[in-house]
């Protein structure tokens, strides 16, 4: 129990301190919260993607286990997503809704912060291929996800080749592979943006946490919940058994893929119309419990 309460208290608690700044600034000024989350979607996120991954020093074998973990995680809860969707006999909307806060979680703001102040540096580049390869099939896979929604695959694909931060995930898989130089005040530019990603996403969930109205729909909420919280972890642990993976790279990994549904499935849901309100309610709730499931997880498993 001390060691749940020390990773609550030192680890956990800090990220909702600033989620609580956002949710305070809510409160007190009505922010437009759909220009914050276009920034963030355009801008900050896909440059701390970029300036993660092509200043990454890990083994190129250790990068693709990583890398190939969190493919598997993701295929295995999307299937689990519509399997349960099946079995409720969801409609489309909510299948795609479902299948978004499933296998997309808050491995960035939330993830790399626990990470960073659990493990450092070391353990900081480790789940950062977990967040960039997540992010990578973010802006491809879940943009396309989100926008079947409510259009025909033609017309989903066509919305996702059309948005930036599809072709900066492409450029920094590039550079990376080719080692490609990038001139100094180019890079230094797109890091210091980068450095914003996460305390703004970590503003963006307080401040819609202060916003939220209405009740919850828990047809859809409670699988989600389930799922993102209990499932993923025993899913992540079985991956990272199978692959083989252990130690710290082992660690970082379970836990990023344990972490509550993403704050930038709001931004998506918003955008393309995908049921916010029900998306906003997935991902507060989620991540209100995940102190509770996070700490289990980093106790019981010795992480």
Not at 95 to 120: A, D, E, K, P
Not at 188 to 199: F, S
Not at 209 to 235: D, F
């Amino acid at each position: 129990m001390n060691s749940i309460v020390t990773v609550l208290w030192q680890n956990i608690l800090p990220i909702f301190v600033i989620a609580g700044f956002g949710f305070a600034l809510q409160r007190w000024q009505t922010i437009d919260k759909r220009t914050l989350s276009k920034v963030t979607l355009y801008v900050l996120s896909p440059s701390l993607v970029f300036s993660s991954l092509v200043n990454s020093r890990l083994p190129g074998e250790e990068l693709i286990d990583l890398a190939v973990f969190t493919v598997v995680v993701i295929l295995v809860m999307a299937m689990l997503a519509v399997l349960v969707a099946t079995a409720l006999r969801l409609p489309r909307r909510k299948l795609v809704t479902l299948l978004v806060v499933t296998i997309f979680v808050n491995s960035g703001n939330y993830g790399l912060t626990l990470v960073q102040l659990r493990y450092g540096e070391a353990g900081l580049s480790r789940a950062i291929v977990y967040y960039t390869t997540s992010t990578i099939l973010l802006y491809s896979v879940g943009i396309f996800l989100a926008s079947m929604g409510r259009l025909h695959w033609r017309q989903a694909l066509g919305r996702m080749l059309r948005l930036p931060p599809v072709y900066a995930a492409a450029g920094a898989i590039v550079v990376y592979a080719f080692n490609l130089p990038i001139p100094t005040p180019l890079l230094r530019a797109v890091e210091v943006a980068g450095q914003g990603a996460i305390p703004v996403m970590l503003l963006v969930l307080g401040m819609q946490i202060g916003s939220m109205q209405g009740g919850l729909e828990w047809r859809l909420t409670a699988p989600a919940v389930i799922l993102r919280l209990l499932v993923a972890p025993v899913v992540a642990v079985m991956v990272a058994g199978f692959l083989g993976i252990t130690g710290l790279g082992r660690a970082t990994s379970v836990i990023e893929a344990s972490m509550p549904t993403a704050v930038i499935t709001i931004i998506l849901a918003t955008e393309f119309d995908l049921q916010p309100s029900a998306v906003t309610s997935i991902v507060i709730l989620t991540t209100l419990l995940s102190p509770l499931t996070l700490a289990a997880t980093i106790t019981l498993l010795g992480l």
